[in-house]
């Protein structure tokens, strides 16, 4: 199993720029889950799905937008892109909600 | 879900046990202890978790305390690949729908070598 896997590993974007970060994971796992990581803040919850068709909003869903049209896909997408979203971005996926989270190896996002 | 209270730093000499605290003195009878750690720029990993009783996997043992107010993670044999950030989290279990994780900001743990 790849586990989960995040695209692109790297990115800069200028500001007013729009991209998608894909996350995908080969488990089954029903729940998917993006997180930022800023320094010194831990990790924030933006958007998390529940299931193919649903998405939810966490901590910091602001500026950010995503769709789970197939189960092992979870997409994030930034309309238009703040130096306030320059962040690491990780993805995680979990079987159901209660059960211990399987992270991606994280999209560095650069903002200038 | 419960606050949880970690040391921000720790060392550690490679090859002895790494024995690291965390303080959950608000959890509720329903919310089980989780660790996670974070080595340099990876994504979070799961280590453990437990709800009263101790636990150990081939990773690591769980010792919780016997009121559950504190916990403590315990790495046997501590090697250089263990140098992470290791984050304390308590958290409800209760079947289906969406269960919050709160990630802190850990214990930054270093192997000396």
């Known amino acids: 199993n790849a586990g989960v896997t995040q695209t692109p590993k790297f990115r800069v974007l200028k500001t007013g720029q729009s991209m998608t970060l894909l996350c995908a994971q080969d488990m089954n796992h029903e729940y998917m889950y993006w997180y930022r990581q800023d320094p010194g803040m831990g990790l924030r919850l933006i958007h998390y799905s529940v299931g193919e068709g649903t998405t939810a909003k966490g901590e910091v869903p602001d500026g950010y937008n995503v769709s789970r049209l197939k189960k092992q896909n979870f997409l994030l997408g930034l309309e238009s892109a703040a130096p306030s979203q320059t962040s690491v971005y990780f993805c995680?996926?979990?079987?159901?909600?209660?059960?211990?989270?399987?992270f991606g190896p994280g999209t560095r996002l650069t903002v200038t | 879900d419960a606050k949880t209270t970690q040391p921000p730093s720790m060392d550690c000499a490679e090859g002895r046990a790494a024995n690291l605290p965390c303080n959950h003195s608000t959890i509720s009878g329903n919310e089980y202890v989780y660790w996670y750690r974070q080595i340099h720029s990876q994504g979070p990993q799961y280590i453990i978790h437990g709800l009263k009783n101790n636990e150990t996997n081939e990773m690591a043992s769980l010792i919780i305390t016997e009121d559950r107010k504190s916990s403590t993670l315990i790495l046997p044999h501590a090697t250089l690949r263990d140098t992470a950030v290791y984050y304390c989290?308590?958290?409800?279990?209760?079947?289906?729908?969406?269960?919050?994780?709160?990630f802190g900001t850990g214990t930054k743990l270093q192997v000396i070598p």
């Open positions: 995680a996926s979990s079987y159901r909600g209660a059960y211990e989270q399987d």
């Open positions: 989290i308590v958290r409800v279990v209760s079947g289906g729908g969406y269960q919050k994780v709160t």
